[in-house]
């Protein structure tokens, strides 16, 4: 259950980062800047940048911590299954042994 949390908090984290990240260019249109990057003026290449490494930089982080998400949640399944697997057969041994002194 714990990995599911942390699934859902990472999701939401990271739909507001890319959020984010893609509309860069809208805290310029709302602060303008004046000035020059690489030759070419700050609010129109930070906006684009952003966009594309950015955007490049955070798929790729989601990517690594969404692999190990699925990772843990997966081992947890696994343990939930063995864990329901032996009190299944334990209660099978107890159902058969009840059995048998109700016979004698």
Do not use: C
């Amino acid at each position: 259950m714990k990995a599911y949390r942390m699934e859902v908090r990472f999701t939401v984290i990271m739909t507001l980062l890319l959020v984010a990240a893609g509309n860069v260019a809208l805290f310029f249109s709302i602060f303008p800047v004046e000035g020059m990057l690489f030759g070419f003026p700050i609010m129109y290449i930070i906006p684009i940048l952003s966009g594309w490494f950015g955007i490049l930089f955070l798929a790729i982080l989601a990517n690594h911590f969404g692999n190990k998400i699925d990772a843990e949640i997966e081992k947890a399944n696994e343990e939930e299954i063995e864990e329901l697997e032996q009190r299944s057969e334990g209660m099978g041994e107890m159902e058969d042994g009840r059995d048998s002194m109700a016979v004698k």
